[in-house]
């Protein structure tokens, strides 16, 4: 059997205003595959991501859903197409409670038990989600919130979730506990996953392919424990 592509990029220029941030990226992102962008600050990381969700445009190269094109194609329709992107700040909706956001990532999905059923399973797959069910987002940890960011992106079944980060500024343990949540929806969903981190040997830990971003080009892409093994390219890009 061949594995099918969920998001590929070609070519890709992007960036703010007249000086680009990325200089042609190729990137493949197979489905049901973690694929983590590691590289130091100021690699293009987020730049990455804001393009693929449609934020920022391309000024060259294509990028591609499951063979089809998202040229000229704007940010609500990408959504709606399955592109969901948590950003770094972790966005929840402060008045709303964490069931109340999780359900609002599932809105525009017709089955309400199929979007409930959801809802439950993440609660069960976190029980710190679950005790706060009804504690209001303003009141949650970061560790917490990035656990409901990641919760009402997954009742939205994406194609592909877009994660900005998700490790920034959280303890270890809990980082750890973020970690384990986005290899059990992958294992149990066949959840697609493109990450991206400075937490480099986290991010790798998890993910199936590494890619190395630097300065806003790929400057490898190996099977992620290999690229873990590489003391060259460690000591080259990523500081350790
Ligand atoms: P970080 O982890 O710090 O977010 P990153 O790898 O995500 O790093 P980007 O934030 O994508 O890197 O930044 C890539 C380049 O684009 C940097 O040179 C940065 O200064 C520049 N840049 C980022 N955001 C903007 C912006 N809003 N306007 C202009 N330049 C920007």
Not at 20 to 25: D, E, I, S, T
Not at 149 to 165: K, N, S, T, W
Not at 169 to 193: C, F, H, N, Q
């Amino acid at each position: 059997t061949t594995t099918r592509v969920a998001l590929s990029l070609q070519g890709v220029v992007a960036g703010y205003g007249q000086e680009p941030a990325l200089h042609g990226v190729d990137l493949v992102v197979p489905e049901g595959s973690i694929v983590a962008v590691v590289g130091a600050n100021g690699a293009g990381k987020s730049t990455l991501l804001r393009t693929i969700s449609g934020l920022l445009p391309t000024s060259a190269g294509d990028i591609r859903m499951g063979g089809v094109s998202l040229a000229g194609v704007p940010v609500e329709e990408r959504i709606r197409r399955g592109i969901v992107h948590v950003p770094e700040r972790r966005q929840v909706i402060g008045e709303l409670t964490v069931e109340e956001n999780l359900r609002l990532g599932a809105l525009w999905r017709g089955d309400r038990a199929e979007r409930e059923t959801d809802i439950a399973e993440v609660c069960e797959f976190f029980p710190a989600l679950a005790a706060r069910r009804k504690a209001l987002g303003s009141t949650l940890s970061g560790g917490e919130r990035q656990m409901l960011a990641i919760g009402r992106a997954f009742v939205a079944h994406p194609a592909v979730m877009l994660l900005d980060e998700p490790s920034l500024g959280l303890a270890p343990k809990v980082v750890s506990d973020i970690m384990t949540m986005l290899a059990w929806l992958r294992a149990e969903y066949g959840l697609t996953i493109l990450l991206v981190e400075q937490n480099v040997r986290t991010a790798l830990s998890i993910a199936d392919t590494g890619v190395v971003l630097n300065l806003g080009r790929v400057v490898a892409t190996r099977p992620a424990a290999e690229l873990e093994a590489d003391e060259q390219l460690r000591h080259l890009y990523l500081g350790f």
